[in-house]
């Protein structure tokens, strides 16, 4: 099966933290680019982090610094780690898979990712 389930999104203060994961089927999870994405309401999807199979990462520019983007290899799940969340950060997170290529956040576009969560949504409030 391809599968990919998110969880972890809430409603928390700005200023504080949440971890999202993404539980992944194994074929996704041990060869394919990995990625968050988020969409808040009437903005368009755009991706914030991604991790290659190998290893590299990327983010945009907006969460460098409050966020990671890591891999758990046992348990197959994609996490991302956010910090100092911001009101703008409001959205919903997706995670995403593709193959092994284009996997940054500036190459790979929403086209490029066929795999997709359902979400989980972030609410970040003053």
């Known amino acids: 099966q391809v599968q990919l389930v998110e969880s972890g999104g809430g409603s928390v203060q700005a200023g504080r933290s949440l971890r999202l994961s993404c539980r992944a089927s194994?074929?996704?999870?041990?060869?394919?680019?990995l990625a968050w994405f988020r969409q808040a309401p009437g903005k368009e999807r755009e991706g914030v982090a991604t991790?290659?199979?190998?290893?590299?990462?990327s983010y945009t520019d907006s969460v460098k610094g409050r966020v990671t983007i890591s891999k758990d290899n046992v348990k197959n799940t994609l996490y991302l780690q956010m910090n100092s969340l911001k009101p703008e950060d409001t959205a919903m997170y997706f995670c995403a898979a593709a193959p092994s290529y284009r996997c940054s956040v500036v190459a790979g576009g929403v086209g490029h990712f066929g795999f997709w969560g359902q979400g989980t949504e972030v609410t970040v409030s003053s």
């Open positions: 991790i290659d199979s190998g290893g590299p990462t």
């Open positions: 194994p074929y996704l999870y041990n060869s394919y680019c």
